[in-house]
């Protein structure tokens, strides 16, 4: 069973056929929301809107560890796929690209990252050189040539703390430092995922160009976003439904 994390923009699948809703209890807290539980095509998903159905939760305070727990141990999901509003730090992504992310550089900071604390358990270490699950990303890029859909095969995912955007000097340290989009909630997610056993791939909408970049040289223009994500978020429905396909 696939698991859809959305994000910004994405509080519901409009092309899933929902057969249930699921209040899940973690040992972790609460998780966003209820699981919907559903079908796409012939496949079983469960979705879960990152932010809550409402979008209130801002990303410094999603439940990251009860949000993959639920998924994973309650939801019975053998993958998740996760989709998120990026802004483009590189020339060529601009507003409205998908991206299917390969690697990530965490700046966050005083989130719950680990499902091993310590205490009584011994310390337990994941590799994470390669923090995308390869088999997962490979059908997602199938699935979006598939559905003819022009995505971006790799980049690197800055995760920032957030709920602020970025500063201008910030998106050029990024930048320095080898990112290409930057994003709030792509950590502790993805490592938490690792530390589930759980692959894990993501679809980045861009919803606009970062501080400094662009036309948002001088300011981001909200009133935009909209507009530009909707339009990318149809998109990013296409390749999901075609990864259900496959």
């Not at 938490?192 to 300011?219: K, M, Q």
């Amino acid at each position: 069973m696939f698991a859809i994390i959305g994000g910004s923009g994405l509080t519901q699948l409009s092309n899933l056929d929902i057969a249930r809703r699921e209040v899940v209890r973690t040992p972790y807290g609460e998780p966003s929301g209820a699981l919907t539980f559903g079908r796409i095509g012939c496949c079983e998903v469960v979705f879960l809107a990152r932010h809550g159905y409402g979008h209130t939760i801002p990303p410094h305070l999603v439940n990251y560890r009860a949000n993959l727990w639920a998924l994973a141990k309650a939801g019975g999901a053998d993958s998740v796929v996760s989709v998120a509003s990026v802004g483009g730090i590189r020339s060529d992504l601009a507003p409205g690209t998908l991206v299917i992310p390969n690697q990530i550089i965490d700046y966050t900071w005083g989130r719950h990252a680990t499902y091993y604390e310590g205490g009584d358990s011994p310390v337990v270490h994941v590799d994470f050189t390669e923090p995308y699950d390869g088999p997962l990303r490979a059908r997602l890029l199938a699935a979006a040539a598939k559905a003819g859909e022009t995505v971006v095969d790799g980049s690197v995912y800055a995760a920032t703390q957030g709920p602020r955007l970025e500063t201008a000097a910030e998106i050029t340290r990024l930048e320095r430092d080898g990112a290409h989009v930057v994003g709030m909630t792509g950590m502790p997610e993805a490592s938490l995922a690792r530390e589930l056993g759980v692959p894990y791939a993501a679809i980045c909408v861009v919803a606009n160009w970062a501080a400094g970049r662009g036309d948002s040289t001088h300011a981001i223009s909200f009133d935009q976003i909209e507009g530009v994500l909707q339009a990318a978020l149809t998109k990013a429905r296409h390749v999901i439904e075609h990864l259900c396909e496959a």
